[in-house]
């Protein structure tokens, strides 16, 4: 069946402007992760949703990021007033709870701020 | 907070060569481990996982121990092929309520040659 898809696959803005993300989960998937990856870095946790509700977003920098997931299902992570800083790999990643841990990883978007 | 050590990169092997990369974690409770490899241009897959102490993962014939008295999870590859080379990422979940969000290493790269 169909992966993570993330869209889109890369974006190039100058710093100030306001960017979304998109990602679509596996069919069925309740939970959703965000995370940011710089360059040779690990992945670092920015949110979780557990069907429609962000139940833990202590990972999201500062008050510009904000990420939604209205229907339980498509999750948009927004950035405003972009920043250099925010140049990065965003991962998303989705799972059942019920079986088990494992989470399956989208190809990311790769922002790059000017 | 949870945190995942991992052994710095690059490594460079020769075809058939055996393959450790060291991990190690610091973690409150009983976390599940993951290793997880990045194909060059490919997004995040799972490679193997284990979510108790004394559990072996494996796949692909790599494998990794849960060790909880020396709170590791090497990485180990008897014979190591070209197709091989990616970076490594060592990872932890806490099993404590339904948020499973990932604590990354910083990934260790492997180049392997014919």
């Known amino acids: 069946g169909a992966g993570v898809s993330q869209t889109p696959s890369n974006k190039v803005t100058e710093k100030g402007k306001y960017v979304e993300l998109r990602c679509d989960p596996i069919s069925g998937h309740t939970a959703l992760y965000w995370y940011r990856q710089s360059l040779g870095q690990g992945p670092e946790f920015l949110i979780y949703f557990q069907g429609t509700g962000a139940a833990d977003d202590s990972g999201l920098p500062n008050d510009r990021f904000f990420a939604v997931r209205p229907e339980g299902s498509v999750s948009t992570l927004k950035i405003q007033r972009t920043e250099r800083g925010d140049s990065a790999v965003y991962l998303c990643?989705?799972?059942?709870?019920?079986?088990?841990?494992?989470?399956?990883f989208g190809p990311g978007t790769r922002l790059t701020v000017l | 907070g949870d945190s995942v050590t991992q052994m710095e990169g690059p490594v460079t092997l020769s075809e058939e060569a055996f393959l450790t990369i060291n991990c190690t974690y610091t973690a409150t409770g009983y976390p599940s481990l993951f290793w997880y490899v990045q194909y060059p241009g490919e997004g995040l897959q799972l490679l193997l996982k284990?979510?108790?102490a004394d559990d072996k993962g494996s796949n692909k014939g790599f494998e990794a121990t849960y060790r909880k008295e020396t709170t590791s999870f090497h990485l180990e590859k008897g014979s190591v092929q070209v197709s091989d080379s990616a970076v490594y990422f060592c990872?932890?979940?806490?099993?404590?309520?339904?948020?499973?969000?990932?604590?990354w290493g910083l990934g260790t790269s492997l180049a392997v040659n014919p």
């Open positions: 990872a932890l979940s806490d099993k404590a309520g339904n948020n499973r969000k990932l604590i």
């Open positions: 990643a989705s799972s059942l709870i019920m079986q088990g841990d494992e989470q399956f």
């Open positions: 284990a979510t108790k």
